[in-house]
C-alpha cells in the first residue's frame, strides 16, 4: 500500500526554523518526482517546491527561495524541506505528494500532476 506521511510541522516564531519531513512507504522513492504543497485557510492549494528523481533539479516557488531547501535521502526513503527564516504568511497545511519519473521528466509544479498524497502537517509562523 503506498503511503506518504508527513510530520516536523508545529509552532515557530517569525524568523525560526523548521524541517518537515515525507516518509513514503509500500515503494520505493528513487524513481519517483516529489512535491511539497501548501493550503492556507480559505485559499487555494499552493506548489511550494519539488524535487525529480533521478536528475534531482528542483523547484521553488518565488517566495520561497533562498529560504527553503528540499532533499532526498533515497536510503531512509525519505523526502525533506528544511524551512528557514519563516514568515507568517508561511502558516498553512504543508503536504508531500509524489508521482513516478514515467509520468514526467521533471517534478510537476502543479497538484494535478501528483498521483498519492500524504494528510498534512500543521504548520504556523506566530509570535
Known amino acids: 500500500q503506498v503511503q506518504l506521511v508527513e510530520s516536523g510541522g508545529g509552532l515557530v516564531q517569525p524568523g525560526g526554523s523548521l524541517r518537515l519531513s515525507c516518509a513514503a512507504s509500500?515503494?520505493?522513492?528513487?524513481?519517483?518526482?516529489i512535491g511539497w504543497f501548501r493550503q492556507a485557510p480559505g485559499k487555494e492549494r499552493e506548489g511550494v517546491s519539488c524535487i525529480s528523481s533521478e536528475a534531482g533539479s528542483t523547484y521553488y516557488v518565488d517566495s520561497v527561495k533562498g529560504r527553503f531547501t528540499i532533499s532526498r535521502d533515497n536510503a531512509k526513503n525519505t523526502v525533506f524541506l528544511q524551512m528557514n527564516s519563516l514568515k507568517p504568511e508561511d502558516t498553512a497545511v504543508y503536504y508531500c505528494a509524489t508521482v513516478h519519473q514515467t509520468d514526467y521528466s521533471l517534478c510537476p509544479r502543479i497538484a494535478n500532476g501528483y498521483t498519492y498524497w500524504g494528510q498534512g502537517t500543521q504548520v504556523t509562523v506566530s509570535s
Open positions: 509500500g515503494f520505493t522513492l528513487d524513481r519517483y518526482h
